[in-house]
């Protein structure tokens, strides 16, 4: 397991952009396939966006394909999710978390994932 802390989030008005970062104090995620999933209030923890150890392979929601862009600079040690033409329905917690599964990218599930981070909060206003 590596620990990851996430960081960029915050509040932002609809139509406008934010970028997470994810990155692992003292450890590396180059190994590993990171992904970003977000938590709201009664609901369900839902994928939102996965990425191969290379970053050659991305894999999105439908919900965020088109809006969103996950990316990975591993000799930064860090991943980044680029959140542009933000909704209010994308009001979440957002997780980032890295798997073991270097090479794939179609991991939409949570037990995919060995490694979490505590999360950051994302607030987009009408």
Known sequence: QVQLVESGGG?????GSLTLSCTAPGRT??????????????????FVAAITWSGGGTFYADSVKGRFTISRDNAKNTAWL?????????????????????????????????????????????
């Open 82 to 126: 680029q959140m542009n033409s933000l909704k209010p329905e994308d009001t979440a917690v957002y997780y980032c978390a890295a798997s073991p599964r270097g090479n794939a990218y179609n991991l939409p599930a949570p037990a995919d994932y060995g490694s979490w981070g505590q999360g950051t909060q994302v607030t987009v206003s009408s």
């Open 29 to 46: 995620i180059g190994s590993y396939a990171m992904g970003w999933f977000r938590q709201a209030p009664g609901k369900e923890r839902e």
């Open 11 to 15: 509040l932002v008005q609809a139509g």
